[in-house]
């Protein structure tokens, strides 16, 4: 990548706040004001463009020396957003301490570095911060040996001993729970749980490890939170939606009452939340999903005392859109979704250059399947096709797969015969790379493949009251999401057979 269009991108990664604070900073420089200056110009352009640059700066010196300012530009940004609201995170102030006390140290005010030892290693274990917590512990040691062990015994250094190996556990303890973690996770996101997943039985390996038949083994709280996780997810993995619920529902009350609360709380609070949503709509406990999302959008006031980031509050923002749009599709509701995918857009075009990819084309999804659900087909190819044509995220499989059967759908209602013939056989290439393809994607594109067209309504219905009975009858293998609680094929099936619209469906199974 050139440095100029690294630059560029530099400057309109930054968040407003971050963009005031390095604004603060070159102003309090008199020497950072042509570097001021390059920043406000090249924030204010749509793309990288030197012409412009030229003209703005005609006849100064320091043009002839633009690649040198650019670069010394480049690295001023980053030297202020590793300070930028450093001073307010947890690690940060306890480098604080650990440098308060080598300096009290080093002036020999060995009291005083004492009770700063004191603060500090209280501090590192109420935030379990425990590799800070065995450097401050190597720094009593240090002061009681240099002190010559004044007015110390034996139990002083039995003391610090034991409280060092009893770190050294927590750590351990930590790491375990972090590794399963971390496994079931891998298994999770790399192989996926709407394509075929054949390592179900690692996962059984996982969950019978020992740490994960007892909850008492969980020394700590990040490793109570990754006890609850682990249980949690490999329940989901496997269907169990009853079991997924109560282990998210222990882990988000342990969040809530954790007292202290830290940005990495509030993240995990967040994410928490926001995976109940999706076991609430298959167990049809509508009423919480509600709470929920409420839940979700306060979290940046409700939690304004600690230092939350704009990355986060974005973060925040779009899953709930996310989450949102595909309740309403879920239980019908037309208006609400309307209007939220109206405010969805406006977010869009404020926030695309920030968004990550992956939310961004979630949301085109839910965007596209929202429209396909009240009939709109040509709003929801014209946001489906936004996916279908990125291709720069191999992870998002699921997210394509979906898409392309979706399309299928589209094209049919649009009636666009012509191309169901190739569109049935790409998508079959696609899918089948995918480590071949689930019966019912069998089964829905062999229907569309021969069933474009009926010459009458008794035959049409005919035709889908046998594909519903072929899907209700698909096998799902353990570990796979189930690729019909993302696209409800069957709810479509049925919109057929009972022609009546999909969201129509939708209100009548809520109904039941």
Sequence with gaps: MKKEQALFDLIHSLTASERRYFHLQMVSNRKSSNLLRLFEVISN?????????????????????????????????????????????IDYRIKGMIQDVKFLFE?????????????????????????????????????????????????????????????????????????????IFNNYYKIGTERKNENYKTNDQIINQFALK????????????????????????????????????????LLRNKPDKTEEHIQMLFGTLNNLIPICIKLQKYELIEEYLVEIREIPDKYSGVKISDNLKMKVLTQSYVAE?????????????????????????????RLRKFPQLHLYYNISYFYFSIGEYSKSLQWLNKILNDNSLRSIEDLHSSSRILNLLLQYELEKDDFMEYLTRSTYRYLYKLEGLYDFEKIILNFLKKNTRFDSVEEQTKAFIKLKSQLENTRYEPGERNALSTLDLVSWVNSKIEQEPFYIIKQKQLEK
């Design 45 to 89: 352009q749509k793309k990288y463009d030197e012409n412009g640059i030229n003209e703005a700066f005609k006849g100064e010196k320091f043009l002839s020396q633009l690649h040198v300012t650019r670069n010394h530009l480049y690295e001023a940004i980053l030297k202020h957003m590793r300070s930028f609201d450093m001073e307010k995170t």
């Design 214 to 253: 007892d909850i008492n083994r969980a020394l700590t709280f990040k490793s109570l939170c990754c006890y609850h996780n682990i249980h949690a997810i490999y329940r989901k993995i496997n269907n169990d939606w009853e079991g997924a619920y109560k282990y998210r529902t222990q882990l988000l009350e």
């Design 107 to 183: 002036k020999r005010l060995f009291n005083h570095c004492k009770a700063a030892l004191k603060r500090a290693i209280k501090f590192a274990e109420k935030h379990e911060k425990y590799h800070s917590m065995l450097e401050l512990l190597e720094w009593r040691a240090k002061l009681l040996s240099f002190t010559f062990y004044n007015e110390r015994d034996e139990n002083d250094i039995e003391e610090i001993s034991e409280l060092y190996y009893e770190t050294l556990e927590k750590l351990q303890n930590i790491r375990e729970y972090s590794d399963l973690q971390s496994r």
């Design 325 to 353: 749009l595909g309740y309403f599709v879920k239980i019908g509701e037309v208006e609400r979704g309307i209007q939220t995918i109206g405010q969805i857009t406006e977010y869009i075009k404020e926030s695309e250059k």
